[in-house]
T-cell receptor, first 112, second 109 residues
Framework: DVKVTQSSRYLVKRTGEKVFLECVQD?????MFWYRQDPGLGLRLIYF???????EKGDIPEGYSVSREKKERFSLILESASTNQTSMYLC???????????FGEGSWLTVV | QKEVEQDPGPLSVPEGAIVSLNCTYS??????FMWYRQYSRKGPELLMY????GNKEDGRFTAQVDKSSKYISLFIRDSQPSDSATYLC?????????FGTGTSLTVIP
């Protein structure tokens, strides 16, 4: 089974803090994604990566950055957390054929 | 117009009922179609994916795709309280994934 592991399930951070969300997948997938999920808005793509050291902006990249130094690991960085970034963050990976996508358990971030 | 439309519900059914969940889409380039189940405060879990028009069955779940009508469905037979969750449809073309907003389902014992 595909395993996408998000290291932090629940975080509480203060406004202005730098936040790191880590994600690791064990299926040697080329493609990795970061989404945020909010009630009524569904899943919104923040960033994605098709290869090591490559990244592409999604629909809502403002206030976020990403890092992919190794194929299995994709990190999301909030440079200066704000209260409107309180949300559930989902990491995902997919094989190159792109026939499906697998999600992690999610990271619940609260910014106070 | 959104790429993928899904009725948010909520949908409430008695245990043992047949549940029908649906999505419509506008982009004829979509190649693969997926259904996910998401329990509260958890990540989406892949239930099924299909490629072509027609039906695909897995236990109590049947996924149906009608490309001519741009319509996909997920049927759940003999629904159980453990099926209570939000169900999301998803579609992909060229590594671009598009998701419905999810339908909330409650199965009442």
């Amino acid at each position: 089974d595909v395993k996408v592991t998000q290291s932090s399930r629940y975080l509480v951070k203060r406004t202005g803090e730098k936040v790191f969300l880590e994600c690791v997948q064990d299926m040697d997938h080329e493609n990795m994604f970061w989404y945020r999920q909010d009630p009524g808005l569904g899943l919104r793509l923040i960033y994605f990566s098709y290869d090591v050291k490559m990244k592409e902006k999604g629909d809502i990249p403002e206030g976020y950055s990403v890092s992919r130094e190794k194929k299995e690991r994709f990190s999301l960085i909030l440079e200066s957390a704000s209260t409107n970034q309180t949300s559930m963050y989902l990491c995902a990976s997919s094989p190159p054929i792109g026939n499906t996508i697998y999600f992690g358990e999610g990271s619940w971030l609260t910014v106070v | 117009q959104k790429e993928v439309e899904q009725d948010p519900g909520p949908l409430s059914v008695p245990e043992g009922a047949i549940v029908s969940l649906n999505c419509t889409y506008s982009n004829s380039a979509f190649q693969y179609f997926m259904w996910y189940r998401q329990y509260s405060r958890k990540g989406p879990e892949l239930l099924m994916y299909t490629y072509s028009s027609g039906n695909k069955e897995d236990g109590r779940f049947t996924a149906q795709v009608d490309k001519s009508s741009k319509y996909i469905s997920l049927f759940i037979r003999d629904s159980q309280p453990s099926d209570s969750a939000t169900y999301l449809c998803a579609m992909v073309t060229g590594n671009q994934f598009y998701f419905g907003t999810g339908t909330s389902l409650t199965v009442i014992p």
